[in-house]
């Protein structure tokens, strides 16, 4: 079996080539896939700077520099997956809700040949049309969420789909089971205590951010799959749980949040569970400086797809 390998740095320079994550190969459908990476490049659900839309293109733009191999896990994940980039979603940019129906049906299509997705967004909004089409094969899923927000309102502006409601849908539909639900680095100022114990309140665990302020998120890890166990289970990273220093291009900035390196750890800390799918979400372009914000998402959808049961370490 020859698997789909990333073009390297040292075959084709890293600014030209292929727009696809990774300069890997551009596939019409999840067909024959483990695993794919997808962009929704939507930003209609954002309540303040928008600039999401343009995610997927930019993560891409910086996933050029990253190579196959993990240096510290030793995962490799292009050694035994098949992967592909099955490029963006045709959202209606002019009709939000007609575009969560147009996601959910593309996810159905790749979970349908039982690939992971991995998507690169796009603002919050487009976990809940993912989880719904997700939860059809797997039932309710278990979720480590990583965000500044809890994303439990009930309105916005009198609206029940936007990005700062996601998490309160998803428990309305069942598409989660409560119990299997982690947020971390939810922090600053709310309207009322109720903005985080709501979902306390549902049976998420949350992690607020200063539990997380000066120490390793190793250890957290692995209480968060000593409580997720085996079943199914999602990540939903919103770029925002970072620090503003680490993560500048985002829409709705929260200070004092977690580092470049905490997220490394949560998400390696996800190896070990039942991985089906992530999304990294709210990187807003406009708003970077340099790709920092971009780049560092790219490496954390590489590190989401290192997580996958079916990924294998190597030691060269
Ligand atoms: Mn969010
Ligand atoms: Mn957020």
Redesign the pocket.
């Known amino acids: 079996m020859e698997f789909n390998q990333p073009i390297g740095g040292n075959e084709l320079p890293r600014f030209a080539g292929p727009g696809t994550m990774m300069r890997l190969p551009a596939n019409d459908s999840a067909e024959g896939l483990d695993a794919c990476f997808v962009g929704v490049p939507f930003d209609l659900g954002t309540s303040h700077r928008g600039g999401a839309r343009f995610g997927p293109r930019a993560i891409r733009a910086e996933s050029t520099m990253i190579r196959p191999y993990n240096m510290w896990t030793r995962i490799s994940p292009f050694d035994s997956l098949q992967i592909a980039d099955l490029g963006d979603v045709a959202i209606n940019t002019f009709n939000l809700l007609k575009s969560v129906d147009i996601i959910e049906k593309a996810y159905d299509e790749i979970t349908r040949f039982g690939a992971a997705p991995f998507t690169l967004g796009g603002d ?1 909004t487009i976990v809940l049309p993912i989880l719904r089409a997700l939860a059809k094969k797997h039932g309710p899923v278990g979720v480590v969420h990583v ?1 500044a ?1 809890a ?1 439990v309102n009930d309105l916005m502006f009198g609206e029940k789909i936007a ?1 700062g409601t996601p998490f309160r849908r998803l428990v309305e539909e069942s598409l989660v089971n409560p119990g299997r639900v982690v947020q971390i680095g939810l922090r600053t100022t709310g309207y009322a205590a109720d903005d985080f114990d709501w979902p306390r309140e549902q049976g998420f665990r949350v992690v607020q951010a200063e539990n997380c302020w000066h120490k390793s998120l190793t250890p957290l890890m692995q209480e968060v799959r000593d409580q997720l166990g085996d079943g199914p289970v999602y990540i939903s990273f ?1 770029i ?1 749980g970072c620090d503003p220093a680490y993560a500048p291009g985002t829409g709705t900035l929260e200070p004092g949040g977690l580092t470049s390196a905490q997220a490394f750890e949560i998400v390696r800390g996800c190896r070990g569970l039942n991985i089906i799918g992530g999304d990294l ?2 990187v807003s372009p406009p708003y970077d400086h340099g790709g920092i914000t971009a780049s560092l998402a790219a490496n954390l959808l590489y590190e989401m797809l290192c997580t996958l049961p079916g990924a294998v370490a190597r030691d060269d």
């Open positions: 919050h965000d927000h994303d990005h919103d925002d979400v709210e």
